[in-house]
């Protein structure tokens, strides 16, 4: 009888699962599959993949453009990581401490995080235009503009600023949640100790985040190898492409220049970097937290 009953159950538990394990096997596996396939042949979405080795990877690394996107990309990081973890980390201190419409500050926030990006794009580009409210304020005060978008430094660091716009809400959250899982004990405790606020903050606060700062900085990493849409929507990779992004090259270079297969073996690559950043991330900050 207890034999049948674990059938059955593995029987239901199959069942249930194997919905989600056949959308994994098209939807993920499958592509896999032949991003593999890809990036060791030669194709132009016509005809069967030519075997050509690692030729590909080979034209990669002596690409000039292959270059030129990673720099972007750990200038990128540069100064999307540190403001992008120090708002939402403010963000979720402020919304820790506030009791009365705490939802509606959350929702507020996270409504950037599920706006359109080509939406929002349009509206920081108006914004951070030559003539805009930004550069007309700044004119009329201080007698100067700031060339957001013709300037490559300047162009970077706006799309950077658009991306943590977006993001602050949603990662602010995630600290928050690490916030409320601190016992409230141990800052009770070093209040009869006598320690103040920065004291407790760096002794208890932000030892004890380290989990959901791990996340936070991971997610960060992931999504600096995966931007497309502001630098495509506003500056086209330019000026001097140094707002080109791994995810415009691999775009352009499957669908504009109908090579696919160097597209698929730039993705592999891409894939790998992103991967190591992460492992890279993890080894330096994530640290084992103990409540004991």
Known sequence: MTSKIRRRE??????????????????????????VI???????????????????????????????IFLNTVNFMVYFIPMVVVLSLLF????????????FFALSFLVANVSSGVAYSILFSNLFS??????????????????????????????AIMVTWKFVGYY????????????????????????NNWEKFWKITFPLLNPALTTVLVFAVNLTFGIFTEPYMITGGGPMRRTLTFMMHIYT??????????AASLAVITGLLSYGCVLLVRFLVEREVSLV
Do not use: C, H
Not at 46 to 62: A, D, E, H, M
Not at 131 to 155: M, R
């Open 130 to 159: 030559e003539s805009g409210p930004i550069n007309s304020f700044l004119y009329k005060s201080f007698g100067f503009t700031i060339p957001w978008f013709s300037d490559p430094q300047f162009a970077l660091l706006s799309i």
């Open 172 to 195: 602010g959250l995630i600290l928050f949640a690490g916030l409320n899982a601190i016992p409230k004990s141990l800052y009770e405790a070093a209040e009869l100790d006598g320690a």
């Open 38 to 68: 890809l990036s060791f042949s030669k194709w132009n979405f016509f005809g069967t993949p030519r075997p050509v080795g690692f030729r590909n990877f080979i034209r990669l690394f002596s690409d000039p453009i292959f270059w030129r």
């Open 253 to 262: 270079t499957a669908f504009q220049r109908m090579n696919p297969s160097y």
């Open 10 to 35: 593995n029987y239901l538990g199959w069942s249930f699962s194997s919905i989600y394990l056949i959308y994994t096997a098209l939807f993920w596996g499958y592509p896999f599959v032949w991003l």
């Open 92 to 103: 979720a201190l402020a919304l820790y401490r506030v009791s009365l419409f705490r939802t």
